[in-house]
Each structure stands twice: as C-alpha cells, then as structure tokens.
C-alpha cells in the first residue's frame, strides 16, 4: 500500500514539474515574438500607419484616376457645348427671316386690331438710320454744306463722261437747284468742279474703285454707286442718284413720295411695261390647263433712283456691290433681281419697299422720241422732271436736243434722230 501511495505522488510531481516546463517554454516564445507584449500602444500605432500608408496609396491612384475621368469629360463637354452652339446658329440663320420680321414688328409698337374692312393699310414706311458722322466726318461736313432737307442729288463722273456732265451742271445750274453733288473719280473732274463751283467730294484712295472710276467708261462707272453711296446713307441722307446722261426740267425733290426705301424711274414705256402687268402664257399641250398667268413689269433703271437712308436700302447697295465685286454682271439687271426675286429655299430675298417713278415726269428716252415728241398733245402738255438718254449711244447729242426742246423752245429740235439707234 505504502509503495503505491509513493508512486503516485511521484507521477503528481513529474506532471507538474511537466507543465511548468512547458509554461516556461511557451513563456520564452511570448517574450521573444512579442517582446513589447501584447497590449503595447506602439505596436497598434505601427498597425495604424500602415493601414494609413496603403490606404493613402489607394486614394493618390484614386485621385488621379477622377482627375484623368474629369480631364476627359470635360473635353466631351467642350465639344458637345461646340455643337450646340452650332446647330443653334444654324437654327437662329434658318429662323432668322421670321424671327427678324416678328422684332421689327414687336419694335413699331404694341400690338393692334385690325380695323373695319376696307380701312386696313399696312406700314410702308421704315425708320430712318441715326447718322453716324464717324463714317466719314470730311464727306458729313461737304453734305452739311450743301444738303437741303437732308437730301442730295448724287453724280459720279470722270473725265471719260466730262462733256455729257457740262450739259448736266448746266440744267442743273439752270433750275437753282443748290443740293447737287459730283464723286470727283478722277483729279480731272476734280478740277473742273473747282474751276466751275461746282461742289463735289474726291474719295480717299481705293484701288478697286479707282481702277474702275478713273478709266471705265459709262457702264463701268455706273457700277461703282453702289459702293460710293454707302456712306451718304449711313450719315443720314436721302440720295438721289443720277447718272451723267440726264437733263434735268425741273427740280426733283418737288415730284418724289418718300414713302418707299427706293423709289426709281423705269425703263417701261407704257402704263403696262411700267406699273406692271398680268402676261398670260399659252401652252395648248396643257388642255384644260393650258393658261398660265404671270407677273410682268419692266426693270427699274438703275441710272436715277432715290434711295431713303434705311437698312433695307443699305442691304440693297451691299448686295449689289458684293455681286458685282466677284463677277462681271451688269449693275442694273443684278439691281433688279435684289430688289424684286422673292425668298425661296436657300435664298432670302430683300425686304424694301419700292415706288416707280411717273414714267412722264422722269422720262426715259425711248418714251420721249418714240411716243411724246409724236403726240402733239403730249408734246404741248408734258412737261418731264428730267430726261434720261439711256436707250440711245448717241447720248450728248441727244442731251442737246432736249435742252434746245424744253428750254429753247425749238419745237424740231427732236425731229431729225430716229425711234432707235442706226
């Protein structure tokens, strides 16, 4: 019994001492893997930093990934921001026609009911421009000098067409007509306006315009009032511009509307080929169909018209003048086309009012030597504002006869020409 007992607490002892070893051990491998111990702060903070370290890596690559996304959206918004802009001129250009005429009305004032039937007219008067002296502050000083009621007769000459300008000057000298200006296009006419006091205005050196204007001939010179007469209206003149190959009756000024942007004499020689009239066409393959009706009226002459100092009139100068300026075109045909060719697709027309001239008064030269010196009631009761010789080259000739007519009183001094010309 006594030996058993021994046995056993020998086996207790080596057991703990066992346990101890053991807890010794594991406490040895604690100490040198964990030497600051479990709970220290440093090893939490050295955990913390690198946690920081690669979270702080992680937002820098972050950040620059935004950046580039940013960069490269914002270059799409450019773009996009560029094709709306686009696309919204084009709308704007493409509306413009409508969008132009709903201002211009809203501008004239509130809007009104329309009146009792028959009573309704429509506006046939635009606003005149504000003058703009800065334009050319040397020709507003010549037109303050010399213009009458803010009008001016306009003449252009050099010295190809001085002996039809003499006879000109004459008539004009005549009547007492003191508003009467010449576009010197030359230093010749520009001497003999001052030998004659007669006023005019040399323009600043252009070498289109004096290309043209100091060696072109009548056709060519007419072509450049186009450009010349810009000014005259920006500074806030009505201008009535006259060819060389004109004699004027009486003075002008009393015979003239003012109710339209432009107002011109005609190449018609009849109530029909003047004032319009309805031409119907024939085409018996049509049948049923076979009349067409259409529009007809002879041109404006673009050598005697008055022009209102307003946009349209100055919209009709810039389009002729761009025209002529980039083809060989004759000023009086490309002149009536913008005046008179609608708005269609692809094209906006030009938006003037327009009066013609009594065919009578301002006479054309067709009207006088084939009908009026033939009619011995006309001859009598007709007295013209003016005459131009444009249907005839035999110009100054013709010019004379008309002075020894209306003003001599030499009843055959139209006799002796023909209709046309031989």
């Given amino acids: ?17 066992i346990s101890i070893l053991i807890g010794i051990i594991i406490g040895c491998v604690c100490a040198f893997m964990f030497p ?37 959206l914002s270059e799409k918004n450019s773009e996009l921001k560029k094709q709306v802009r686009e696309l919204t001129e ?46 050319n502050p040397r020709l507003a000083k010549i ?72 060696t072109g001939g009548n056709h060519a010179v007419s072509g450049l009032k186009f450009r010349v007469l810009r000014e005259f209206l920006q500074l806030g003149y009505g201008v009535l511009l006259s060819d060389v190959d004109i004699v004027f009756l009486q003075n002008p000024f009393r015979h003239l509307y003012r109710d339209s942007d432009v107002e011109s004499m005609s190449d ?27 529009m007809r009226i002879w041109v404006f002459n673009s050598g005697f018209f008055y022009l209102r100092p307003t946009v349209p ?19 009086q045909a490309v002149f009536n086309e913008e005046l008179f060719y609608p708005s269609h697709p692809e094209y906006v027309g030009l938006h003037a009012s327009k009066r013609v001239m009594d065919m009578y008064e301002f006479m054309n030269s067709k009207v ?12 009598k009761n007709v007295r013209p504002v003016i005459v131009h010789v444009n249907y005839h080259p035999d110009k100054l000739d013709r010019m004379r006869a008309v002075v020894e007519f209306y003003v001599n009183g030499k009843q055959d001094a139209l006799d002796s020409f023909p209709d046309g010309s031989e």
């Fill in 36 to 72: 600051n111990g479990f709970f220290n702060s440093n090893s939490s903070l050295t955990v913390n930093e690198h946690v920081q370290v690669s979270s702080s890596c992680e937002s820098s690559e972050r950040i620059k990934m935004l950046k580039s996304d940013f960069t490269s």
């Fill in 143 to 214: 037109l303050e000098a010399i213009a009458v009621d803010k009008e001016v007769i306009v003449a252009l000459a050099n010295a190809n067409v001085k002996a039809m300008l003499e006879v000109q000057i004459a008539s004009v000298k005549r009547l007492g007509i003191k508003n009467y200006l010449v576009v010197a296009l030359d230093d010749y006419i520009e001497s003999f306006c001052k030998q004659n006091d007669v006023a005019y205005y040399k323009r600043d050196p252009d070498k289109d315009v004096d290309a043209v204007g100091k």
């Fill in 313 to 331: 009139s100055i919209e009709l100068l810039d389009r002729v003048a761009d025209r002529l300026s980039k083809a060989k075109l004759w000023d």
């Fill in 1 to 17: 019994m006594a030996s058993r007992r021994d046995r056993t607490q020998q086996l207790r002892g080596s057991r703990i001492a």
């Fill in 268 to 294: 018609g020689h009849s109530n029909m080929t003047a004032y319009g009239f309805n031409d119907v066409s024939d085409e018996p393959a049509m049948g049923w169909a076979r009349y067409a009706h259409t």
């Fill in 90 to 135: 084009k709308l704007r250009l493409a509306e413009q026609g409508s969008d132009n005429a709903r201002k211009q009305v809203l501008s004239l004032g509130s809007q009104i009911k329309a009146g009792p039937f028959g009573t309704v007219k429509s506006l046939r008067t635009n606003p005149t421009l504000l003058s703009d002296e800065s334009v």
């Fill in 368 to 379: 006088l030597f084939k009908t009026v010196r033939k009619d011995e009631e006309l001859k």
